[in-house]
Nanobody, 125 residues
Framework: QLQLVESGGGSVQPGGSLRLSCAAP????????IGWFRQAPGKEREGVSC????????AFVDSVKGRFSVSRDNAKNTVYPHMNSLKPEDTAVYYC??????????????????WGQGTQVTVSS
């Protein structure tokens, strides 16, 4: 079973930035596409972004385009979403998810087999 661990969440003021991390201790993520999702209180889990196994393809939902990016360091077995110009509506628990797939990814909850426990991001003044 692939265990994913998110970190880097916290509280930030509107307009601020955060970098989250997703790692899989003891397991290489090199063959996995990674997706990022979030869930706000009382709302369904929604997609945010994804990155393919090689870091050559990524996708973002419209609400974060131009503000969020995603990268991965396969040598460190870690994926990093970079969140800039944060807004109060970005407040949510953020989850990373993985699926063994090559050269493509989808920002779709149904496409992923393995999930982390989540990390809280709060954007508030």
């Amino acid at each position: 079973q692939l265990q994913l661990v998110e970190s880097g969440g916290g509280s930030v003021q509107p307009g601020g930035s955060l970098r989250l991390s997703c790692a899989a201790p003891g397991v290489t993520l090199n063959y996995y596409a990674i997706g990022w999702f979030r869930q706000a209180p009382g709302k369904e889990r929604e997609g945010v972004s994804c990155i393919d196994d090689g870091g050559n393809y990524s996708a973002f939902v419209d609400s974060v385009k131009g503000r969020f990016s995603v990268s991965r360091d396969n040598a460190k077995n870690t994926v990093y979403p970079h969140m800039n110009s944060l807004k109060p509506e970005d407040t949510a628990v953020y989850y990373c998810a993985a699926v063994r797939r090559s050269r493509y990814c989808e920002v779709d909850v149904r496409s992923y087999d393995h999930w982390g426990q989540g990390t809280q991001v709060t954007v508030s003044s």
